[in-house]
Structure formats: C-alpha cells, structure tokens
C-alpha cells in the first residue's frame, strides 16, 4: 500500500497504483458529467466526447505504476481541455495551451501505452472542431 516511510537517513516514499486509477477515473468521470451538461454542443459531439473520455480512462488503466504521475496529468489535462471546450464562452487561447499541455503529456505515455496519444489527439481535434463552429457562430 502507499505511503512514507522514514529507515535510518533514508526516505521511502511508495505508491499505490490503485490509488491513482481512483483519481483518473473519477476525473474523466466529471468531464463526461461537463459533457453531458453542455448547451454549446450537439448531441453526437457530446457523444463522441464521452466514448473518448472513457477510451482514455481505459488506456491510462494500463500505465505502468512508475508513470502514474504521468498518466493522472493526461487524465487532469483532458477533463480541463474537454470542461474548457464545452463551455458557453470557451476561452480560446486556454483551449490551445491546454491541448498543446495534453498532447505532450500524452506523448510521454506514448511508449508505455501507445493509444493514450492516439485518444488524446481525437479529443483536441473534436474540442478545436467545436470551437470552429463557436466562432463560426459569432
């Protein structure tokens, strides 16, 4: 189980990956609520976000224990992108940076778990698509 611990001079800090998978799940899991709340969005967009949002919370289940830091960041990264994005008033210069965020988070997994950068590039795509049409819509 996790924890710390302090032997002689030495400070062992452990992990529990459970614990992290915890995490991950239930952020994505408030984006996908965020989803389904939205206004600004159509119902298949709002669909599609929500079948990412649970591909990603698949793949980042498999992350290795040593990258779970890594793979919380995507979680936390992605439910921002995807909050931020179906937002009534999306600010837009937030949405770029963090989908810039997203993609090199996401591409720090890329070794351990290939798909979490294949997920994460369709969920930047459909948030900078929704936007296109926010702004078409001005």
């Given at each position: 189980?996790?924890?710390?611990?302090?032997?002689?001079?030495?400070?062992?800090?452990?992990?529990?990956?459970?614990?992290?998978?915890?995490?991950?799940?239930?952020?994505?899991?408030?984006?996908?609520?965020?989803?389904?709340?939205?206004?600004?969005?159509?119902?298949?967009?709002?669909?599609?976000?929500?079948?990412?949002?649970?591909?990603?919370?698949?793949?980042?289940?498999?992350?290795?224990?040593?990258?779970?830091?890594?793979?919380?960041?995507?979680?936390?990264?992605?439910?921002?992108?995807?909050?931020?994005?179906?937002?009534?008033?999306?600010?837009?210069?937030?949405?770029?940076?963090?989908?810039?965020?997203?993609?090199?988070?996401?591409?720090?997994?890329?070794?351990?778990?290939?798909?979490v950068l294949s997920i994460?590039?369709?969920?930047?795509?459909?948030?900078?698509?929704?936007?296109?049409?926010?702004?078409?819509?001005?």
């Amino acid at each position: 189980p996790g924890g710390t611990s302090l032997r002689g001079d030495q400070f062992i800090v452990s992990r529990d990956l459970k614990g992290a998978n915890v995490n991950i799940k239930s952020t994505l899991e408030d984006a996908r609520r965020a989803v389904g709340a939205a206004s600004n969005i159509d119902r298949t967009e709002m669909e599609r976000l929500a079948q990412l949002l649970r591909q990603l919370n698949d793949a980042l289940q498999q992350v290795p224990q040593e990258k779970a830091d890594e793979a919380e960041a995507v979680a936390r990264l992605a439910a921002l992108l995807v909050e931020t994005g179906t937002q009534e008033d999306p600010d837009s210069a937030m949405i770029q940076a963090t989908a810039t965020d997203l993609r090199q988070a996401a591409g720090n997994l890329a070794g351990a778990v290939p798909t979490v950068l294949s997920i994460a590039a369709e969920i930047t795509m459909d948030i900078a698509r929704i936007m296109g049409k926010a702004n078409s819509e001005m």
